[in-house]
């Protein structure tokens, strides 16, 4: 009998496995320049999926710290921005790699790579600007605040203003997007799974990151 707590841990290895295998040996839709390059859908997208969700719910303890002055909700914000930030490093990486195939180049000033670079590195400032204060409670304040601007300045940075310019990416620039040009229902079975798969191997890390600074800061919290 598996406990409760360890379900949706269960359910994440279950799905990253399964789209590890699906994901390399499922049939996909042979399509040109993107041929069997097309599997990186199952990782790259997943990633900057699960990298939005952690950066979300970094947010929300950055401001439930601004409200309550608790100091393990700003421990809650610090990790999963920081497991926010391999996530998107990993996307950044398998976008390039996927560049690299079907553009013909790992970077091309490309408005979304752009817009996820710049996103990534001011969420690169955030950890510098942490470690910029010694005092725990002044630190903890302004990072939360930097920490809601740096979401606001995302998400119009990756999904508002490529669509306002040309854009190499599908669903940016007048491009069709992956429903109507490449994701058929057999991508479906395994693209979906991956998404819910990566993200929850995201709050995982993110949680275990936090249990350990909460140990290392030696804070007890009630679960």
């Given at each position: 009998m598996i406990k409760k707590g360890y379900l949706w841990k269960t359910l994440a290895v279950f799905l990253i496995l399964y789209t590890l295998v699906a994901g390399f040996l499922f049939s996909v839709p042979d399509k040109v320049i993107l041929e069997e390059s097309i599997r990186n859908l199952y990782f790259h997208v997943p990633m900057w999926f699960g990298m939005i969700l952690l950066f979300?719910?970094?947010?929300?303890?950055?401001?439930?710290?601004?409200?309550t002055s608790r100091e393990k909700y700003?421990?809650?914000?610090?990790?999963?921005?920081n497991t926010g930030i391999v996530f998107g490093c990993l996307g950044m990486v398998t976008g390039m790699v996927w560049a690299q195939y079907t553009w013909g180049e790992w970077w091309s000033n490309d408005p979304k790579q752009l817009g996820s670079a710049?996103?990534?590195l001011i969420y690169f400032a955030y950890l510098v600007l942490r470690s910029s204060?010694?005092?725990?409670?002044?630190?903890?304040?302004?990072?939360?605040?930097?920490?809601?601007?740096?979401?606001?300045a995302l998400i119009p940075l990756i999904f508002?203003?490529?669509?306002?310019?040309?854009?190499?990416?599908?669903?940016?620039?007048?491009?069709?997007?992956?429903?109507?040009?490449?994701?058929?229902?057999q991508m479906r079975l395994v693209f979906y799974p991956a998404v819910l798969g990566w993200a929850?191997?995201?709050?995982?890390?993110?949680?275990?990151?936090?249990?350990?600074?909460?140990?290392?800061?030696?804070?007890?919290?009630?679960?």
């Amino acid at each position: 009998m598996i406990k409760k707590g360890y379900l949706w841990k269960t359910l994440a290895v279950f799905l990253i496995l399964y789209t590890l295998v699906a994901g390399f040996l499922f049939s996909v839709p042979d399509k040109v320049i993107l041929e069997e390059s097309i599997r990186n859908l199952y990782f790259h997208v997943p990633m900057w999926f699960g990298m939005i969700l952690l950066f979300l719910v970094s947010a929300g303890y950055a401001i439930a710290y601004l409200a309550t002055s608790r100091e393990k909700y700003d421990i809650y914000s610090v990790e999963f921005a920081n497991t926010g930030i391999v996530f998107g490093c990993l996307g950044m990486v398998t976008g390039m790699v996927w560049a690299q195939y079907t553009w013909g180049e790992w970077w091309s000033n490309d408005p979304k790579q752009l817009g996820s670079a710049i996103g990534l590195l001011i969420y690169f400032a955030y950890l510098v600007l942490r470690s910029s204060f010694a005092e725990e409670h002044q630190r903890a304040k302004i990072s939360a605040v930097y920490n809601i601007f740096a979401l606001s300045a995302l998400i119009p940075l990756i999904f508002v203003l490529p669509r306002m310019t040309d854009s190499l990416h599908p669903g940016n620039g007048g491009n069709p997007g992956f429903n109507a040009y490449d994701l058929d229902d057999q991508m479906r079975l395994v693209f979906y799974p991956a998404v819910l798969g990566w993200a929850l191997l995201g709050v995982w890390f993110a949680l275990l990151r936090t249990r350990i600074s909460l140990l290392h800061n030696s804070i007890l919290f009630d679960e």
